[in-house]
T-cell receptor
């Protein structure tokens, strides 16, 4: 099956710093999403981005489907950005479309 | 309000008992998914369904069963055959090849 790897696995930032999270995938995909999992376990949709670049406030994402990677940029980080960031890719199988998650990046933003 | 509901939030069971986790959505989504998350780990796909009365095994289906008799509902049964059932279970839904949304999750503890 498709492999989805994220880097770095862990990241500690000082408040106000910028960061880039990466998601690599091993095969062609239909779609890609970025999620933030908060400390209570809820997964929050950040971006639905099969290709191109999108921005939402301090966050932006870029997916280069032909090179099989996506990047999530966090600027001017805040303590509320802490949590785990996942990318997930959707690809077609014999049984329909399957959504596979990456390994995640654990982010901690400190004062 | 439109969304995905999972109940209960916390569930405790004795070893050897089957338990059914509820997942309901009023988003009129065709596709629904069940994921399992262990502490400090990513999400692993248990079962997914693209349409009513049809579902497919994910990566870790052994010891689990599902049904999809209604578009709005996709209950998951954790059977006594599941060797390590204690985990955080997340349900999700989407339109076909669309953005995926998650419920708040159910934390199952089996002792």
């Amino acid at each position: 099956g498709i492999q989805v790897e994220q880097s770095p696995p862990d990241l500690i930032l000082q408040e106000g710093a910028n960061s880039t999270l990466r998601c690599n995938f091993s095969d062609s995909v239909n779609n890609l999403q970025w999620f933030h999992q908060n400390p209570w376990g809820q997964l929050i949709n950040l971006f639905y981005i099969p290709s191109g670049t999108k921005q939402n406030g301090r966050l932006s994402a870029t997916t280069v489907a032909t090179e099989r990677y996506s990047l999530l940029y966090i600027s001017s980080s805040q303590t509320t950005d802490s949590g785990v960031y996942f990318c997930a890719v959707e690809f077609r199988t014999g049984g329909g479309n399957k959504l596979t998650f990456g390994t995640g990046t654990q982010l901690k933003v400190e004062l | 309000d439109g969304g995905i509901t999972q109940s209960p939030k916390y569930l405790f069971r004795k070893e050897g008992q089957n338990v059914t986790l509820s997942c309901e959505q009023n988003l009129n989504h065709d596709a629904m998914y069940w994921y399992r998350q262990d502490p400090g780990q990513g999400l692993r796909l248990i079962y997914y369904s693209q349409i009513v009365n049809d579902f497919q095994k994910g990566d870790i289906a052994e010891g689990y069963s599902v049904s999809r008799e209604k578009k709005e509902s996709f209950p998951l049964t954790v059977t006594s055959a599941q060797k390590n059932p204690t985990a955080f279970y997340l349900c999700a839904s989407s339109i076909r090849q669309g953005e995926v949304y998650f419920g708040p999750g159910t934390r199952l503890t089996v002792t």
